[in-house]
């Protein structure tokens, strides 16, 4: 209780809350901007935290987080374009109902049911994270290790079309990441002579020239795009209906929770995010309906479920990155990084460690969402003046503030020189087909996973202590199924195999359960093996089918 | 002989940027001390990039026509290819100049005539986009050189011309 007294302390003060109440109005623009993504945001933002302290940083990131999730309704509902992926689904009946001359309602459940998906999100990462948290104290260096190797096997989630691009994407950022003094021994490596290589990429400059001075070189490639405005409509002069929107969205109570459950566990899933969740809960909800077929004509559930379900993403994925210290996606990446140069390492200890930074983390989030409900009006005004300004014009100063804010950092001009150059890597491998969030995870869990495995070795050169640890163990089998992740999600559907993929990985995560001290776990153990086994006979039977069908239809 | 495709091309260099990688990681210094050598690390990077590369090279063999720019309307050569990505090279190359002569101009000189300039080839230099783009750059950069100096009292680059941060 005295940690959440003290993080209230920390949060509740009118600077924090004005930081953050800028952050969410930033997140809500950026996010209602096409072209403009979350990430990008929260990583333009990260300058501006350096001479903050850690809680007020980390808090005004959130604010940011949240207003983006949050943002993405506006320009789906108003203009048809999703403002982020996640509220491609949130165009489906948002942008029909506001055709149909209900725009003001369309904006009120977006936002009422981001609002109530937010705090749905908020409860179950106090309530779960500590409890998870738990675990952590029993983590080894070897866990740790095998731990921070299942968070880069992601990088194979996070590949896209293309796996082998992804992975060697991931290999670069952690190769990026070796370059200069090491942490433990004060050597140099791959410094080739060089005083500039000596010192080492920082993590920032790294950062926004792969991601945002990249992605501003797409905006602007096609010289005439580059000086249209932003998007192209009128003047823009809706009220929000916030009373009737709030009443429909709670007496769709069950649409609501629904798509909050499914939004808090993409989240917790590793390479899940935002982007998924708002698809699936559409689809339940579309699923659920007694009146399926209304869907896509401006139905209200199909506008409170990707908004509930998105919104609800945010908190399960700082679930994971609070209670095991790994970032799911590129925006909890970011926050990774965001305390690292805070000097706070998360890890599984993290909660017990630094109590007070995590509830203040918790507490913020729980704030964000109140007061992205409350600036979304502000913000629906700024962002149709936002839409006149020309392409080139946000993008010419937006270059200009990322070298200035790397500059901040560090107080060094090499730091701007790593901007460009990585600017430039990052734009050359856009357009080489090579995805961008694995070298950004591998920069950024490169050092820990290093750091790890050195105090490992340290403590015994034994390598059988990976195989002796259960929650080693347990992360390396999980980790190589993750490897496999991105075959099995190109091959669903086409092969048999795919059908065998969960079942095989519950019963392979037994046996690491069976090691673990106590009744509970091993008792966890006996339910996996019973629940594997059915449902590797249940997957079986569709594997038959789906071969019988297949040679039928040849 | 069919003509490698960009894959294949990417793949080499990758595989040769590997190599480079594996010889400078045998030069790492071993400092005596500490059971984790500092090379080991890097070096299981470099053999996992290694397998990677060749694994998308042996790929890029088998599938020539995986290129993910087909289609994109770029001309073919090198005229094309400038033709196709004048707007980011002409960036990359301000900023480059700008971050060369900012010792000299500073971060508040040097980043007005960055903006302008950026501003000017992007959106085109009638004598009113050049007082519109004057404008924007002034103001743009002003503000950014005040919240950073006076907000976040960060000590921008002082340059030589004007002695002006």
């Known amino acids: ?554 | 002989m069919r003509a490698l495709n960009k894959d294949t091309i990417i793949a080499i260099l990758l595989l040769l940027f590997c190599g480079l990688l594996a010889w400078s990681s045998l030069h790492i210094r071993l400092p005596g001390y500490g059971t984790l050598k500092p090379s080991t690390w890097p070096q299981i990077i470099v053999a996992v990039l290694t397998l990677f590369s060749a694994i998308y090279f042996v790929q890029s063999l088998s599938y020539p026509g995986t290129d993910d720019d087909k289609g994109d309307g770029r001309k073919p050569g090198f005229a094309g290819f400038l033709e196709y990505f004048r707007n980011p090279i002409i960036c990359f190359s301000i900023y480059f100049v700008f971050l060369a002569t900012l010792p000299w101009a500073g971060a508040l000189i040097g980043g007005i005539l960055l903006v302008f300039a950026l501003l000017t080839v992007l959106g085109g230099w009638t004598p009113r986009d050049l007082v519109r783009h004057a404008i924007y750059a002034t103001v743009s950069m002003g503000f950014m050189w005040t919240l950073f100096t006076f907000g976040l009292r960060v000590i921008l680059p002082e340059g030589e011309i004007f002695s002006i941060r």
């Open chain 1, 1 to 554: 209780m005295e940690h959440i007294l003290a993080a209230l302390a920390e949060i509740a003060t009118v600077n924090t809350l004005l930081l953050m109440s800028a952050g969410a109005i930033a997140g809500l623009l950026a996010g209602a901007i096409p072209g403009f993504t979350i990430a990008m945001a929260v990583v333009l933002t990260l300058p501006f935290t350096f001479s903050m302290t850690a809680s007020q940083g980390i808090a005004t990131m959130i604010g940011v987080f949240v207003g983006g999730l949050s943002g993405g309704l506006m320009s789906g509902i108003l203009i048809g374009i999703p403002g982020t992926p996640s509220s491609v689904a949130t165009t489906f009946d948002g942008f029909p109902m506001a055709r149909q001359g209900r725009p003001g309602l369309a904006l009120g459940l977006g936002v009422w049911s981001s609002f109530f998906g937010g705090i749905i999100s908020a409860i179950c990462l106090i309530a779960i994270a500590p409890q998870l948290a738990r675990i952590g104290l029993e983590f080894q260096p070897w866990d740790y290790f095998a731990l921070v190797f299942f968070a880069l096997t992601i990088t194979a989630s996070l590949a896209g079309k293309n796996l082998i691009k992804g992975l060697i994407s991931g290999a670069l950022g952690l190769l990026i990441a070796t370059v200069g003094e090491e942490d433990i021994n004060g050597v140099s490596r791959f410094d080739f002579g060089s005083d500039y290589l000596q010192e080492g990429f920082a993590f920032l400059p790294v950062l926004i020239g792969l991601f945002a001075f990249s992605q501003l070189m797409g905006d602007i490639r096609n010289p005439a795009e580059a000086r249209r405005s932003l998007v192209q409509t009128g003047d823009i002069d809706i009220r929000i209906e916030h009373m009737k929107a709030a009443k429909i969205v709670l007496s769709r109570w069950t649409n609501l929770v629904r798509s909050s459950i499914i939004g808090i566990f993409t989240g917790i899933l590793p390479a899940a995010g935002s982007s998924i969740s708002n698809i699936l809960a559409y689809d339940q909800a579309k699923k659920a309906s007694p009146t399926p077929e209304k869907f896509g004509t401006g139905t209200e559930d199909g506008i409170i479920a990707p908004e509930a379900s998105n919104n609800a993403t945010a908190g399960g994925s700082l679930i994971t990155m609070m209670a095991l210290g790994i970032p799911g996606d590129i925006v909890t990446a970011v926050m990774l990084g965001a305390l690292l140069i805070h000097d706070v390492v998360p890890s599984p200890s993290f909660i017990t460690e630094a109590p007070v930074l995590a509830y203040s983390i918790f507490i913020a989030f729980f704030f964000a969402n109140f007061l992205v409900l409350f600036f979304q009006s502000v913000a629906l005004k700024l962002f149709v003046l936002v839409t006149k300004v020309k392409m080139y014009v946000l993008a010419g100063i937006i270059l200009a503030y990322c070298g200035i804010g790397v500059f901040a950092l560090n107080n060094i001009v090499n730091d701007m020189w790593t901007l460009l150059i990585f600017g430039v890597v990052g734009y050359a491998m856009r357009n080489l087909g090579f995805p961008l969030a694995p070298m950004i995870l591998g920069v950024v869990l490169g050092p820990i996973a290093e750091r790890w495995l050195a105090r490992a070795v340290a403590l015994s050169t034994d390598m059988t202590n990976f195989i002796t640890h259960p929650w080693s163990v347990f992360f390396l089998t999980l980790s190589l199924f993750s490897m496999g992740f991105g075959v099995y999600q190109r091959e669903r559907g086409k092969k048999v195999w795919p059908f065998y993929y969960t079942p095989v990985m519950v019963l392979a995560l037994a046996p690491a359960m069976f090691m673990m001290e106590g009744f509970i776990r091993p008792g966890i153990g006996i339910v996996m093996v019973a629940g594997g086994l059915y449902a590797l006979y249940r997957a079986h039977q569709k594997a038959v089918y789906f071969k019988t069908a297949a040679k039928e239809s040849t």
